[in-house]
T-cell receptor, first 113, second 116 residues
């Protein structure tokens, strides 16, 4: 029962262009969402989060969009840089639930110079 | 402020053995969660501890257990190791003070376990 899905296992983007990573969820109780970036041999690093009371949150080159009706969120990286090449995980939690975070399977982003 | 630390970083064990992994959360963080990462499976939630109590548990067999000490440091134990237990084990901590379930988790570098 994969409650958080990242259907694209990999994505390649040219340097300077926009990277769009997608994430879908099935549990309507989820009300907090996070994106993490992970380099090989390191733990995931927090990037950006969004609460369900918002539909957009921006932090520098990173913007997360939330579409509650579609149960879909996306991470936009503009402009993409070679250092952004990593695996990106989305995660979701329900404040009224059991406090645990459910992660997607990840999308490997490769930014081509 | 120091980040989440995990020891050891690498471990090689044989089938049937048991292993204990350690995690020290960020100072002041009270919640510690453990995840297993295997290729293609993302991060699978193992369990979460808060104030020395297991608050949540994922769908893993009873061979996987954990505990949390009064200083919030946590250990996880895997008994009777199987080949399929080879994975990266990640620990994450969060403050969990004001908005439980809506606070950022910060991860350690992980312990890579190889079972032969």
């Amino acid at each position: 029962d994969q409650q958080v899905k990242q259907n694209s296992p990999s994505l390649s983007v040219q340097e300077g262009r926009i990277s769009i990573l997608n994430c879908d969820y099935t549990n309507s109780m989820f009300d907090y969402f996070l994106w993490y970036k992970k380099y090989p041999a390191e733990g995931p690093t927090f990037l950006i989060s969004i609460s369900s009371i918002k539909d957009k949150n921006e932090d520098g080159r990173f913007t997360v969009f939330l579409n509650k009706s579609a149960k879909h969120l996306s991470l936009h990286i503009v402009p993409s840089q070679p250092g952004d090449s990593a695996v990106y995980f989305c995660a979701a939690s329900a404040a009224s639930g059991t406090y645990k975070y459910i992660f997607g399977t990840g999308t490997r982003l490769k930014v081509l110079a | 402020k120091a980040g989440v630390t995990q020891t050891p970083r690498y471990l090689i064990k044989t089938r049937g053995q048991q292993v204990t992994l350690s995690c020290s959360p960020i100072s002041g963080h009270r919640s510690v969660s453990w995840y297993q990462q295997t290729p293609g499976q993302g991060l699978q939630f193992l369990f979460e501890y808060f104030s020395e109590t297991q608050r949540n548990k994922g769908n893993f067999p009873g061979r996987f257990s954990g505990r949390q000490f009064s200083n919030s440091r946590s250990e996880m134990n895997v008994s009777t190791l199987e080949l399929g237990d080879s994975a990266l084990y990640l620990c994450a901590s969060s403050l969990d003070q004001f908005f439980p379930g809506q606070e950022t988790q910060y991860f350690g570098p992980g312990t890579r376990l190889l079972v032969l």
